[in-house]
């Protein structure tokens, strides 16, 4: 699990601090009327009551106009001036700035060339309860980039933002548990944030509880629930579980089996990369008609998905 953990969890560090859910949080009437404002598309509006509450040195409101400028909404997109109010959003004890200026560091916008700047901005963050500077941080700790690796103080990391809710941050400590990296080894633990993870709609993490439930890894097993939920990550796009999912019906182990849709899941799994020799075979040895009409749904299944994409 650790491998695909690393490579899945570095891939979201440094996402700007919007497509990582963490927009600024109000704390003043102000402040709420311009973030109200913004989350509803009104971003002039947002504009001009950010700006009159910055005036009135509100932390959040600075943070609120920086985001405005990173984005070009309402003004034009000016990433010098989105790096000064972020700094005066930091200045003023923000910690949504100080994230948001730390990923601007990491990514070299606004003239923000200085790692070590960005850490330092991402460490304060996380010990001012920011979850996913926390998150972040402990990433960057579990692969040891900029920072020497530690896999206790990742875990440390992961455990704060975790408790606050943050399902990657849940997914990604249920790993050091499940291979006992930082933490002792505890398949129970690892199963119920896993749990926590999944039903907070992570994808990897309902593919790995959905395993874990179906081979009663840290947890009671149950094939059907296990499969259940396998198949609910299977129709969301994981190549993964459309590959167990096809392992799963081939054998009728939690769901019915049905060459049909076995080799159906078989072909998508495929296409997305995760081929697999012993569903080659058992396809082949299918009459051809259960194989085309396979095969047909499967491109229905891929060519459905790819228009609902945006």
Do not use: C
């Amino acid at each position: 699990m650790m491998g695909r953990l690393l490579a899945v969890l570095l891939a979201t560090l440094a996402i700007p601090a919007l497509a990582q859910t963490n927009s600024p949080a109000p704390n003043a009437p102000g402040v709420d009327l311009a973030y109200g404002a913004y989350e509803r598309g009104f971003y002039l509006t947002a504009f001009n009551e950010a700006s009159t509450r910055a005036k009135q040195n509100d932390p959040a409101a600075m943070t609120l106009l920086a985001e405005l400028y990173a984005q070009g909404l309402a003004v034009p997109k000016d990433d010098n001036k989105a790096v000064e109010w972020y700094r005066a959003g930091v200045k003023a004890g923000d910690p949504n700035a100080m994230f948001s200026l730390a990923m601007f560091g990491f990514q070299g916008r606004g003239g923000m060339k200085d790692q070590k700047e960005a850490m330092r901005l991402l460490e304060q963050a996380a010990q001012r309860g920011h979850a996913v500077a926390a998150y972040d941080l402990g990433l960057l700790y579990l692969q040891g980039q900029g920072v020497e690796q530690d896999f206790k103080r990742a875990a440390a990391l992961f455990q704060s933002a975790a408790d606050k809710g943050n399902p990657e941050a849940q997914y990604a400590l249920a790993g050091l548990y499940k291979d006992g990296h930082g933490v002792p080894k505890d398949l129970a633990k690892s199963a119920l944030l896993l749990a926590k993870a999944s039903i907070a709609g992570n994808l990897d993490a309902m593919v790995e509880f959905g395993i874990a439930q179906f081979n009663g890894t840290g947890i009671p097993k149950d094939e059907t629930q296990g499969a259940q939920l396998l198949l609910k990550a299977a129709q969301r796009g994981s190549p993964i579980a459309q590959n167990r999912v096809a392992h799963i019906l081939s054998t009728g182990r939690g769901l019915p089996a049905d060459p049909g849709q076995a080799i159906k899941w078989h072909f998508i799994s495929k296409k997305a990369g995760a081929g697999d020799p012993d569903l080659d075979a058992y396809a082949a040895k299918q009459p051809a008609p259960v194989r085309d009409s396979a095969q047909k749904s499967a491109d229905k299944w891929m060519s459905t998905i790819v228009a609902l994409r945006p």
